[in-house]
T-cell receptor
Framework: GNSVTQMEGPVTLSEEAFLTINCTYT??????LFWYVQYPGEGLQLLLK?????DKGSNKGFEATYRKETTSFHLEKGSVQVSDSAVYFC??????????????FGKGTKLSVKP | NAGVTQTPKFRVLKTGQSMTLLCAQD?????MYWYRQDPGMGLRLIHY???????AKGEVPDGYNVSRLKKQNFLLGLESAAPSQTSVYFC????????????????FGPGTRLTVL
């Protein structure tokens, strides 16, 4: 079945450090890929998305590229801020014709950024 | 627009009690979802609905029931709460996925923290 694997956290970085959170997936066909972010005490918000191979999603300085050859969608940011402290979830959505497109989430990676 | 709202925000139950969680969305979305979030488990889909009057089971449906009597509301019921149902519950909504390449961007509520003693 379809699945998403994320690097385990927590991840602790200093402000302005480079961030990578690894995400790999297993899926039949060509899923859409997402990164969601959950700030403390809140629900999930869509951070970025990509629908086909080699697409790059970007938002708020975060980027992720859909790599079909390595089945990966790693999240990166060049310079993190304290306000980026949150839990980050990688997710995929089935794209075959009969699918409802339900999301399958990874377990989440908690990021803490220190001043 | 309020987006997706959930009530209550917090609740403590005793084993065997029942309760209903309410989710409401004002975005005219067809699809609605209930998830539970547990430490180290990510989000797991409990039930979902692709339209008014329709519901379907997700990954972890046992012990829960749902109803979608109105398009904007999706209710999650626990008939006889158990400690294993202690969790944070999230509701989400989305437009329908259109075609094989269609996206399913889901919009989430703020969550309900439920403790079952």
């Amino acid at each position: 079945g379809n699945s998403v694997t994320q690097m385990e956290g927590p991840v602790t970085l200093s402000e302005e450090a480079f961030l990578t959170i690894n995400c790999t997936y297993t899926a039949t066909g060509y899923p859409s890929l997402f990164w969601y972010v959950q700030y403390p005490g809140e629900g999930l918000q869509l951070l970025l998305k990509a629908t086909k191979a080699d697409d790059k999603g970007s938002n708020k300085g975060f980027e992720a590229t859909y790599r079909k050859e390595t089945t990966s969608f790693h999240l990166e940011k060049g310079s993190v801020q304290v306000s980026d402290s949150a839990v980050y979830f990688c997710a995929l959505s089935d794209n075959y014709g009969g699918s409802q497109g339900n999301l399958i989430f990874g377990k989440g990676t908690k990021l803490s950024v220190k001043p | 627009n309020a987006g997706v709202t959930q009530t209550p925000k917090f609740r403590v139950l005793k084993t065997g009690q029942s309760m209903t969680l309410l989710c409401a969305q004002d975005m005219n979305h067809e699809y609605m979802y209930w998830y539970r979030q547990d430490p180290g488990m990510g989000l797991r889909l409990i039930h979902y609905s692709v339209g008014e009057g329709t519901t379907a089971k997700g990954e972890v449906p046992d012990g829960y029931n749902v109803s979608r009597l109105k398009k904007q509301n999706f209710l999650l019921g626990l008939e006889s709460a158990a400690p294993s149902q202690t969790s944070v519950y999230f509701c989400a909504s989305s437009r329908p996925k259109v075609g094989p390449g269609g996206l399913n961007e889901q919009f989430f509520g703020p969550g309900t923290r439920l403790t079952v003693l």
